[in-house]
């Protein structure tokens, strides 16, 4: 099942023309990334040092199909697949709330597992991929 996020956009997200500035926009996304991992009860603090591993993404892109300013509220819909044992993606669609709810953008980051004390490639920690699983279409 996706998982939604939903915040306000500030003015710290805005640029000189009150739009949501374009790395922000990833910036948001991570936050869902985040309040996602945390839901399903991993603890970024310890979680990574604890299984000797870092998860960075390899490739992202975005679409930004209209704009965000200051004081919208928004919803970020989340939703990752496995990409073998050791990555996976995550899709997010950011929405404009209210009527009518808009797709403001569309997100995608790719991430591989590395093991952090050789860098090569390790397979995904159980309770990762138990995160992608659950939340995954």
Known sequence: MPFVYRRTIRFADTDAAGVVFFPNYF???HEAYEESLATDRIELKSFFGKHG???PITKSQAEYLRPLTCGDKIS????PTL???DGYAIDYDLHRLGRPEKLAARVRTEHVCISSRSSERHVLPVALAA???HHSA
Do not use: K, M, Q
């Not at 970020?76 to 939703?79: K, R």
């Open 76 to 79: 970020v819909t989340l939703t």
């Open 131 to 133: 995160w992608i699983r």
């Open 53 to 55: 591993v870092v998860v």
């Open 27 to 29: 910036a948001i996304c």
């Open 83 to 85: 990409l073998g044992s």
